[in-house]
């Protein structure tokens, strides 16, 4: 007969959702995780490890100053981490103290990130010093697991870091083993008893926790995971239980990868201030290199691109380009910017030349024709670039028939699209439309303007009309005309209006 | 054997240059305007070619004279044919081309581009529009423009047999060109006079035009 079910145990099994040991993974396809460890990052960011002092980093924590990471010189010196900063000048007095900097740590890994997303899609920053890769999918592209890691490896050495990594099934499993400096775990079925053997601080839990586990004669991971699972959760912690389950895949570890930067940007500054179309254009040459590099990395390609020119004690200059559509060529890139760059002119000499680009988009391959006839929708996207560039965007139009009494209204200018976008010929057609003049003036004119009379010579007779056009009168753009078709005395065709209120006559079109 | 039939025959077709032949070699587009494509050579506007237009002021005609070929050449569906999908573009219209007119006469204005560059800019449009290969026509309304950059422009027009329509004024009548085309437009009440100055395969003239023959 079971025994009548208890509070405390409905308790314990609401809080620790995952049942006893031996389950059967979760995880729905195999993983391979690639960690690396930065265990000197903290030193390596100020480039400093081949000096011939002793140096340390040192951060602050709880009123007191501990060295966090430390030279070779230092290290020797008996100066390792965790030595407060007072006990470290007693063992050397000529050591070289620098302030942790945490940001500049967090752009070495960001870059060492970027870098290995041309190796995985997967890439995420496991702060403070560890950056993991899943590679499950890159293995077979290059030939094998030794080999990414090779290929990692020689990247963070030419960077002159210190690293350790480490491969293993799961993500938590390869940062642990990879902190404790262990060998690679290939099967699941080995990664407890491998984990076992690490002690606890590779799981950078809380120092409290670190120490509560230790007074209670918990040293490794082995002693951890050998505890009463629901005992654990009360008296340590729910999310640190949740921590050894992810390591060894009896719980999800969903991990979002990093998301890479949506925008690229460079700046070169220039050996003197200058004012030289031929210096900004190498200068420019110099960071488009950069961007198509980054562009064929990424297989991106970018539609606008921004370059500033930066001047002393003066806002900096700003010019835009666009580009009809996106592209990765160099070639084009440079030659809309050489276009305007040529014809640029500054306000002062620049010191100093950035270039932004827009949102990065994803590349999208397009078919070729075999005998490399281009298609018009290309050469049009081209022209308009071009001519954009150039111009500026707005020189450059197309029209459009509006469905609208009012004739200044019934044309619009729309933007000017390449010829592939183009939906069909479409808009109303008015049936007045036959009496509409082909040249519509900006805005009506006075028939007794000299401005007017530039249009027309001797006396205006009208011919046709009126056609009384009387609408808008719930807008500010109300109009009530009479209009006619009349013939100056030179022979032009003109399209005349009397304005009702006012009674006096306008010239609005001619007939062309 | 006739000394024609011997030329019709199949070795020396086409070899042989005859006088009156050379005027059906170019490609025209039909103006639209019987009398005038009786008296152009090939029936209507050289292709790849510049025709320059001069007029003294705005609103003599000169648009209507060129609606039907602009028509024929923007008008249709856009996924008939890759000619029939290439711009006509506009450069630097001195007025606003208004939409419903241009309609109703049957040019299709989505195929219409509008370019406004700066004065010293203009020659440089119109090569890039000509060269670019994406323009089946181009309407430019050019002031001042040496032989040199007409040359230049002339050859752009023949390796992509674009329409060039070039708008001069009166004043550069007189000047040396490669046009293949220089007309004036005149008003003489209700019929336009087409003063003929240079016509490439023919004699210089008047042709009074009517009414478009569709």
Redesign the interface.
């Known amino acids: 007969m079971p025994r009548p079910l208890q509070f405390r145990d409905l308790v314990v099994r609401e809080a620790v959702s995952v049942p006893g040991p031996g389950w059967a993974t979760v995880l729905a396809k195999p993983q391979s995780w690639i960690a690396v460890c930065l265990p000197n990052l903290a030193f390596d960011v100020f480039g400093m490890a081949a000096g011939d002092e002793p140096a340390a980093v040192v951060e602050p924590l709880r009123g007191q100053v501990f060295v966090v990471a430390a030279n070779r010189h230092a290290r020797r010196c008996g100066i390792v981490p965790g030595v407060k900063l007072n006990a470290a000048f007693a063992l050397t007095a000529s050591l070289q103290v620098l302030e942790r900097s945490p940001r500049r740590e967090r752009l070495c890994l960001e870059s060492l990130s970027a870098w290995a997303q041309s190796l995985t899609s997967t890439v995420c920053i496991e702060p403070p010093e560890t950056v993991l890769l899943e590679v499950a999918g890159s293995v077979r592209l290059f030939g094998s697991l030794a080999a990414l890691k090779h290929k990692l490896g020689e990247e963070v050495a030419r960077r002159r870091w210190v690293s350790r990594l480490c491969a293993a099934p799961t993500a938590m499993a390869a940062l642990w083993l990879a902190r404790g400096g262990a060998e690679d775990v290939e099967s699941l079925g080995s990664l407890a008893g491998r984990l076992g053997s690490l002690p606890l601080r590779v799981t950078r839990w809380p120092l409290e926790i670190q120490t509560l586990l230790l007074d209670l004669g918990v040293r490794t991971i082995a002693d951890c995971l050998r505890l009463p699972r629901d005992g654990f959760a009360r008296r340590v912690g729910l999310e640190y239980l949740h921590d050894l389950d992810r390591a060894l895949a009896r719980r999800f570890d969903p991990r979002v990868g990093l998301l890479p930067a949506q925008l690229w940007s460079a700046r070169r500054e220039l050996y003197q201030e200058s004012s030289d179309a031929a210096v900004f254009m190498a200068a420019v040459e110099d960071m488009l290199d950069g961007l198509t590099a980054e562009l064929r990395r990424r297989q991106a390609q970018v539609r606008s691109l921004r370059v500033e020119f930066e001047h002393v004690r003066r806002p900096p200059t700003r010019e835009s380009f666009d580009w009809a559509e996106p592209t990765h060529e160099r070639d084009r890139l440079l030659r809309l910017l050489r276009d305007r760059i040529e014809r640029i002119d500054l306000p002062a000499p620049a010191m100093a030349l950035s270039v932004t680009t827009g949102f990065l988009q994803a590349l999208q391959a397009r078919a070729v024709d075999l005998f490399d006839k281009t298609p018009v929708a290309t050469l049009s996207h081209v022209l308009l670039e071009r001519l954009r560039g150039r111009l500026g965007a707005d020189a450059i139009y197309g029209i459009a028939a509006v469905a609208e009494h009012r004739p200044e209204l019934a044309w619009s200018r729309s933007a000017a699209r390449p010829r592939d976008e183009i939906a069909g010929a479409g808009g109303p057609l008015s049936p007045w439309a036959r009496h509409r003049p082909l040249w519509l003036l900006p805005g009506p004119l006075p028939l007794s303007s000299s401005e007017a009379h530039r249009y027309y010579r001797g006396a205006v007779e009208c011919r046709e009309g009126p056609e009384r056009i009387e609408s808008g009168w719930w807008d500010e753009r109300g109009a009530g005309r009479d209009y006619y078709t009349a013939v100056s005395g030179g022979g032009e065709k003109l399209w005349v209006y009397r304005d009702r209120r006012s009674r006096d006559w306008f010239l609005h079109g001619l007939f062309g | 054997m006739d000394s024609n039939e011997l030329l019709d025959s199949d070795e020396l077709r086409g070899r042989v240059w005859r006088g009156h032949s050379a005027r059906t070699r170019e490609v025209t587009l039909p103006t639209g305007f019987a009398a005038l494509d009786r008296y152009l050579p090939g029936g209507g506007w050289p292709l790849g070619q510049l025709i320059e237009v001069f007029v003294e002021?705005?609103?003599?005609?000169?648009?209507?004279l060129l609606?039907p070929a602009l028509a024929a050449l923007t008008?249709?569906?856009?996924t008939r044919s890759?000619v029939a999908?290439?711009?006509v573009v506009w450069i630097a219209p001195?007025?606003?081309?208004?939409?419903?007119?241009?309609?109703?006469?049957g040019v299709?204005?989505?195929?219409?581009?509008?370019?406004?560059?700066?004065n010293q800019?203009r020659l440089?449009?119109l090569e890039?529009?000509i060269r670019?290969?994406?323009?089946s026509g181009v309407l430019a309304w050019l002031a001042a423009a040496d032989h040199v950059a007409l040359r230049r422009l002339q050859l752009a027009a023949e390796e992509q047999s674009c329409w060039t329509i070039l708008f001069r004024p009166s004043s550069a009548r007189r000047e040396r060109s490669p046009a293949a085309l220089r007309i004036g437009l005149?008003?003489?009440?209700v019929t336009t006079r087409v003063r003929i100055d240079k016509c490439r395969g023919a004699w210089p003239g008047v042709v009074d035009i009517g009414e478009a023959t569709g």
Do not use: C, I
């Open positions: 002021r705005y609103g003599v005609g000169e648009l209507t609606m008008a249709g569906e856009p890759a999908r290439k711009w001195p007025f606003v081309p208004y939409a419903p007119a241009l309609q109703q006469r299709g204005v989505d195929a219409l581009l509008l370019v406004h560059p700066s800019d440089w449009t890039q529009v670019s290969g994406s323009s005149e008003q003489e009440g």
